[in-house]
């Protein structure tokens, strides 16, 4: 794999499937994101303002490079629901050279046909 950028993964949790949609069509409109996956319902246990929550939410997946991570970062913040969201990034060390490769080639490119 010669040359590629450096690929991401952020994960974020979202109020629900429509709103973890919006946000992860919206990053890849903008050539924010490569691709995004929705996984419609996980189980969240934390503490709020004190008292422990039981939530039903949604996790988007988002598949980016490192050169994007401040503005998929901006993006979320100013379009996620949540006055808090958890937005998690991981290092995405290895994979797929391919993929990585038709990865590097969304983002940013306005041509959505180019593979």
Known sequence: MAN???AILI???TGGRNDAERLGE???VERLAG???VVPMVHSFYYWEGL???EHESLLL???LESRRAAVMDYLR???GYD???ILEVAIDDGAPRYLEWLAGQVGNRDPDVK
């Open 62 to 64: 988002v598949k980016t």
């Open 78 to 80: 100013e379009n996620h």
């Open 4 to 6: 590629v950028e450096k």
């Open 35 to 37: 691709a995004c996956t």
């Open 84 to 86: 808090l969201p958890e």
């Open 52 to 54: 422990l929550k039981r």
């Open 11 to 13: 994960m974020v949790t």
């Open 26 to 28: 919206g990053l890849v």
